[in-house]
């Protein structure tokens, strides 16, 4: 067990060499040294796996403290590391995908002056995204939590010269912090009603109704801004603007899917609240379907799967509202797998055609990239829900488990699953097939004067190995990861291996009679199946259709313009009036009409002081009268 110390130390090692020495280690040497440490952290984790899957499940909860790190009268926080089921199994797929991640990165970053910051910033992101699991207790999560809020800002914004990544940047950092506002009075009231912060003593506790559902709701709306739910999705899809890994590395297995975690982690609390259910399951379900609508007119390829994830984390809150938190971690999982593959296949594809991103500039690719178009028909078939891949099977048990929570929840999750299968249809047809309509425009670049382009006669390449085999990997997972919790043969591993972690209650999944499972599966196959067939048939001979690519979905609803008129407008003019006559002429202006008259004051008795005896003499021998003549009075009434 003493390798679960260098889980989080070896990336955290890794970030500090790269931190003041990264400049010495330069191109290539950084990005290996970040690839071992994180690989490193994996094989920990998987030892440390493999120590509890020996235990029983009674006793596979091990906690090793660190450091005591608040120590303030009877409050007392530890730097402590939790050893469980659920912390275990997110360390495996966020150091395993992280480390494919950061090895893809090696190639993908090629020729960048900033190297090895950008290494840094990816071994100390995967640090605090351990930390946020491991940690024994909420405020030493929360740590973990800021640290990942950091790090992300650093790697949006990673090409702070252009406006758009250094707007993105700080428009991910607000957006955040309003989540993070939600998590921070929870935490408030932890400490409140508990006078603690660890998990032990938190989630052992029997709560209240209204307590319950105060402090649910308070955790969630945590989750809504790091795990961008509605209304606090906006920032996810602008996250494009940092490198092509760093969206993989965001968007798939870290920072997320934090909010899924934390929602999982406080279950025991959610448990006693049906409202604050209710509520994760309705946000969650309005998230899939909104982005799902949003993502059919996008032509960024990054911006598709960018809203797809948002799409996708809707689906994991709902598992989790409507109680099936083994059914959302599942998808969680999956989706870690199909999307960091298809992230990873996009940036491969940008790579070919220097940095392209229109899909509508692409086309016929499959022809040129033999590697990069199997690994990108996996996870997109993957992410379709078609069977045998990944998201079939974690999808069909989010759709169970909605199912018996509520038809209509059901219904809008059959819907989105048609939306989903469409939109990535589009992509791929747009992108890997049709026409070469790449190579008209990289002349068009060239006689522009961009030599960054293809010459006559050149065509797009595929990538070098160090972004190729991650693919391949990453792929395998998506064919084969289901079987970590397939519904039939004693397979369902994730399941048993969280079950002891959540309230005693019978998944909703298996609640639902199998003839009903049976017809559920069938259904979303039958839409899954019925959007990429409507997808084949619209772009297939198209690149252009209008009647299709409404402005109000090219616009994301005009929601996030909306927002940013509204800040740009009533919320600054309110501002301003606070700021500059609030503030500016009211208080300053009483702060500074009182300090004026006690100077006004201090001047005119400043006359008195003459500097001369005599006076001093004269004003003495003037109050001892008045003060005789006082004490005459009072002593002859």
């Given amino acids: 067990m003493n390798a679960a110390y260098l889980i989080p130390a070896l990336p955290l090692i890794g970030a500090i060499v790269l931190l003041f020495g990264g400049r010495r280690l330069r191109e290539p040497l950084s990005g290996w040294l970040a690839t071992i440490m994180a690989v490193g952290s994996f094989v920990a984790t998987v030892i440390v796996w493999v120590s509890l899957l020996g235990k029983q499940a009674s006793a596979r909860s091990i906690d090793k403290n660190i450091f005591t790190w608040v120590p303030v009268n009877s409050l007392h926080v530890n730097a402590g590391l939790q050893l469980d089921p659920l912390s275990i199994l997110w360390c495996l797929f966020v150091t395993g995908v992280g480390s ?169 609390i959610i448990h006693f609240s049906s409202a604050a259910q209710w509520t994760i399951s309705i946000i969650g379900a309005a998230t899939a379907l909104l982005a799902a609508t949003i993502a059919c007119n996008q032509n960024d390829i990054k911006r598709v799967l960018a809203y797809s994830t948002v799409s996708q984390l809707g689906y994991m809150f709902l598992g989790e509202g409507s109680g099936d938190y083994g059914a959302g971690i599942y998808h969680t999982v999956m989706h870690a797998f199909f999307k960091a593959l298809l992230f990873l296949s996009a940036g491969a594809v940008i790579h070919a055609l220097h940095d392209e991103q229109n899909m509508k500039r692409m086309g016929n690719l499959r022809r040129y990239l033999p590697i990069t178009f199997p690994a990108f028909m996996i996870g997109f078939l993957a992410l379709a829900a078609i069977p045998p891949f990944d998201g079939f099977w974690s999808k069909d048990a989010i759709l169970a488990a909605a199912w018996h929570k509520s038809p209509a929840l059901w219904a809008v999750g059959v819907l989105t699953a048609f939306l989903t299968a469409y939109y990535m249809t589009r992509q791929v047809v747009l992108v890997f097939f049709g026409q070469s309509r790449w190579f008209d425009h990289a002349k068009e670049r060239g006689a522009a004067g961009d030599h960054h382009v293809y010459e006559a006669g050149g065509v797009p390449h595929e990538a070098p190995a160090t972004m190729t085999v991650p693919l391949v990997i990453l792929a395998a997972a998506s064919v084969l990861g289901w079987l970590l919790d397939a519904p039939f043969g004693g397979l369902d591993f994730i399941n048993k291996w969280l079950a002891p972690l959540f309230p005693p209650t019978v998944a909703p999944a298996f609640s639902v009679a199998t003839g009903t499972k049976w017809l559920i599966g069938l259904v979303s196959v039958a839409f899954a199946l019925a959007g990429l067939a409507s997808g084949v048939a619209a772009w297939r001979r198209a690149v252009d259709r209008p009647r299709l690519e409404p402005a109000v979905l090219e616009h994301a609803w005009y929601i996030d313009e909306g927002v940013s008129r509204t800040v740009a407008g009533p919320l600054t003019r309110m501002a301003n009036t606070f700021s500059f006559v609030i503030d500016g002429r009211l208080v300053d202006g009483l702060v500074r009409a009182v300090s004026g008259s006690f100077a006004a004051s201090g001047r005119q008795l400043r006359r008195v002081q003459t500097g001369y005896v005599r006076n001093y003499a004269l004003g003495i021998s003037a109050g001892a009268v008045i003060i005789l003549f006082y004490v005459s009075l009072r002593a002859g009434s």
Avoid at 195 to 220: K, P
Avoid at 223 to 232: F, H
Wanted: charged share 10%; net charge neutral.
């Fill in 100 to 268: 494919l991640i950061t090895l893809y990165s090696i190639g993908y970053m090629h020729g960048d002056p900033s190297f090895s910051r950008f290494f840094f910033l990816l071994n100390a992101f995967v640090f605090s995204m351990i930390v946020l699991v491991l940690a024994d207790n909420y405020l030493f999560s929360f740590f973990g939590w800021e640290g990942v809020g950091f790090c992300s800002y650093g790697l949006i914004g990673f090409w702070f010269d252009r406006d758009t990544a250094a707007v993105a940047a700080k428009k991910a950092f607000v957006t955040n912090r309003v989540g993070d506002y939600g998590f921070m009075i929870a935490l408030f009231l932890l400490f409140q009603h508990f006078g603690s912060f660890n998990y032990r003593d938190v989630l052992h506790s029997h709560l209240s109704g209204s307590f319950a559902t105060g402090l649910a709701l308070m955790l969630f709306l945590g989750a809504v801004g790091k795990s961008a739910q509605i209304p606090l999705y906006m920032w996810l899809p602008d996250a494009m603007e940092g490198p092509t890994p760093v969206s993989a590395l965001i968007h798939a297995a870290t920072m997320v899917t934090a909010g899924v975690y934390l929602v999982a982690r406080s279950a025991p």
